[in-house]
């Protein structure tokens, strides 16, 4: 157990809504990362969250947004969702940078009809 | 611009085994590299990390990783293969280049036989 949570586990929803992914940090741990696997496209970080603050982007599409909220749990929102978005979402955490450890939760596993 | 390569998408061993998982990786600065693995259905964890302070590098579960500045690989090996060993395998780096984000490798699949 990496005490990284995140909820909920699996989601099935239809194309063009909206979801919510949570994600609870590791007590003490400032950062927040959230991946998305596919089986076509690997792991790809989406988005980084230090403090509160947006630290880094990476291939997050305009139609999702993060936010880390002041008790450091963070919030990955996916709109007008499409059948490509059906994936493995991956929160990680770490404390202070630089070289912090990333550590995974369960990930939560999002399928589009 | 760091990168990472993972050779082989796909590794398979004999159980007992030597298990040699190869990363070569790119940075122009001295990096932090990882190995992790990630079991069918579940998340990533962290089995090894270099930090600069050792270059062989024990991990869990009897796998270690030899950091190799002349060849820049960090190739992850386990000296007799189990078959909970089934997994992927990803290698990532990290550094002052990408501003101490992960860079990942495609991951390493590997299989187990009997």
């Known amino acids: 157990d990496s005490g990284v949570t995140q909820t909920p586990k699996h989601l099935i929803t239809a194309t063009g809504q909206r979801v919510t992914l949570r994600c609870s940090p590791r007590?003490?741990?400032?950062?927040v990362y959230w991946y998305q696997q596919s089986l076509d496209q690997g792991l790809q970080f989406l988005i980084q969250?230090?403090?509160?603050?947006?630290?880094a982007k990476g291939n997050i599409l305009e139609r999702f947004s993060a936010q880390q909220f002041p008790d450091l749990h963070s919030e990955l929102n996916l709109s007008s969702l499409e059948l490509g978005d059906s994936a493995l979402y991956f929160c990680?955490?770490?404390?202070?940078?630089?070289?912090?450890?990333?550590?995974f939760g369960p990930g939560t596993r999002l399928l589009v009809l | 611009a760091q990168s990472v390569t993972q050779l082989g998408s796909h590794v398979s061993v004999s159980e007992g085994a030597l298990v040699l998982l190869r990363c070569n990786y790119s940075s122009s600065v001295p990096p932090y590299l990882f190995w992790y693995v990630q079991y069918p259905n579940q998340g990533l964890q962290l089995l090894l990390k270099y930090t600069s302070a050792a270059t062989l590098v024990k991990g869990i579960n009897g796998f270690e990783a030899e950091f190799k500045k002349s060849e820049t690989s960090f190739h992850l090996t386990k000296p007799s293969a189990h078959m909970s060993d089934a997994a992927e395998y990803f290698c990532a780096v990290s550094s002052m280049d990408s501003n101490y984000q992960l860079i990942w490798g495609a991951g390493t699949k590997l299989i187990i036989k009997p």
């Open positions: 969250y230090y403090n509160g603050e947006e630290r």
């Open positions: 990680a955490s770490s404390s202070s940078p630089p070289g912090g450890t990333q550590y």
């Open positions: 007590s003490g741990d400032l950062s």
